[in-house]
């Protein structure tokens, strides 16, 4: 049995603010001898960067130093949008200060992640 699912809230919704929307992806760069990993995390509004991460290391530590560096810079989104990948499904980045796993209906405001990661609401 996987991780538990949430609907995608993204179709038909209008971008039309900074911190409505953020996503965060991870991929890969080929070296010679290896990969580095890349994590960053966007606000869809502004397409600004607002934090990222490289590691030599598919760690999950990275994966959580960025939505917190991008948290404290600049305060927390309506929507956090991520794929089903493991760092981003993991209890590790799912219980940071001001994303913790749960689905949207009784939070207004509260932080909601898309495309299936329990990412979830605040508890603010």
Request: charged share 20%; proline share 8%.
């Amino acid at each position: 049995m996987g991780h538990k699912t949430y609907p995608y809230l993204l179709r038909g919704l209008e971008i039309e603010r900074p911190n409505q929307v953020w996503c965060a992806d991870l991929t890969y760069i080929q070296l010679a001898k290896g990969f580095l990993y890349l994590v960053a995390i966007m606000d869809w509004w502004s397409r600004k960067v607002l934090a990222w991460r490289l590691s030599n290391t598919m760690d999950v530590q990275f994966s959580v130093d960025a939505p917190d560096e991008a948290l404290s810079r600049h305060g927390r989104p309506e929507i956090f949008n991520t794929d089903q990948g493991s760092q981003f499904t993991s209890k590790a980045v799912g219980l940071r200060p001001g994303l913790t796993p749960g689905p949207p209906a009784d939070s207004p405001g509260g932080v909601t992640s898309v495309n299936g990661n329990p990412i979830g609401r605040t508890g603010l």
